[in-house]
């Protein structure tokens, strides 16, 4: 397994580099952001750990691009900035994990061989079908670049279906991933169906006679 280290202290670097190695896996080191970038686009790597303070282009930066053009090599933050709201935009740029420094390198192993596990499919940090455009951090729906005002249900609906893009998706399902109450009526599920079609247009969310919903984006 090959590992790409994005980390500009280089004491902390090398000491990476030397344990990840010990642990049988092939280590690249790039020492700046914009070096970082490079290698996450082009290179063939199964897990990025990347600091967020870097030269030249910052950690988020990073992410953000790979993201954007759509690699979705899992990558763990690895970063002295350690509050909550560091936290929180990491992952929602798109992280797979965040270990604040300092750290045990028992635990970061523990982290990588998890996210190697999960692979690396495609997990945008906003979604996007047909004209539609849904970012699940900041609950901003837009519509031809247009933006809708959608309730917090309307919206955790929408997201299930666009997360799921093409699939029919059953009432039962959606039922039981949006409400989290399998005694709830199915019929609530076709009410917010109609909401969403009165702000979004009609032919957004497609009836699957017999089977379900799914979401076209047109």
Sequence with gaps: ?????????????RALRRGLQAEGFAVDVAPDGETGLHLALEGDHDVVVLDLMLPGRSGIEVLRTMRHEEVWTPVLVLSAKDTDDDVTRGLDVGADDYLPKPFAFTVLVARLRALLRRGAPPRPAVLEVGTLRLDPATR???????PVDLTTRETALLEHLMRRPGEVL????L????????????????VYVGY??????????????GAGYRVVGR
Excluded: F, P, S, Y
């Design 170 to 173: 059953t009432k039962v399902e």
């Design 175 to 190: 039922r039981d991933h949006v409400w989290d109450a399998a005694g709830d009526d199915l019929n609530v599920v076709e």
């Design 1 to 13: 397994m090959r590992i790409l280290v994005v980390e500009d202290e280089a004491v902390l670097a």
């Design 196 to 209: 969403l079609r009165r702000k979004l247009g009609r032919a957004a969310i497609e009836t699957v006679r």
């Design 140 to 146: 901003e729906v837009r519509r031809d670049g247009v």
